[in-house]
Nanobody, 123 residues
Framework: QVQLVESGGGLVQAGGSLRLSCAASGRTFSNYAMGWFRQAPGKEREFVAGISWSGGSTDYADSVKGRFTISRDFAKNTVYLQMTSLNPEDTAVYYC????????????????WGQGTRVTVSS
């Protein structure tokens, strides 16, 4: 089992920044790829960013490329999502998820999920 706890969400004005954190516990963190997903009201959960088990490979949705950065700290068993130049379309509940080895854009490929943290971007 892997337990994931997100934090760092909140209310921010358009153009602002936030950093989300996802703290992992349980099985060997370094074996797991991590993904960030988001779900806006009335919409399906969508891929935002992913990072491989080693941290050597990252992937981003086109909508956030150049604005968001995913990273991981093995000493802290934590994955981060640095979000900049936020706009109201980024408003959603953000979830982190874990799966073995390589990241994937499909939510159903992930075995473990956090409870989510809400991000609201005001215009």
């Amino acid at each position: 089992q892997v337990q994931l706890v997100e934090s760092g969400g909140g209310l921010v004005q358009a153009g602002g920044s936030l950093r989300l954190s996802c703290a992992a516990s349980g099985r060997t963190f370094s074996n797991y790829a991590m993904g960030w997903f988001r779900q806006a009201p009335g919409k399906e959960r969508e891929f935002v960013a992913g990072i491989s088990w080693s941290g050597g490979s990252t992937d981003y949705a086109d909508s956030v490329k150049g604005r968001f950065t995913i990273s991981r700290d093995f000493a802290k068993n934590t994955v981060y999502l640095q979000m900049t130049s936020l706009n109201p379309e980024d408003t959603a509940v953000y979830y982190c998820a874990a799966r073995l080895w390589t990241a994937n854009r499909a939510p159903n490929q992930y075995n473990y999920w956090g409870q989510g943290t809400r991000v609201t971007v005001s215009s």
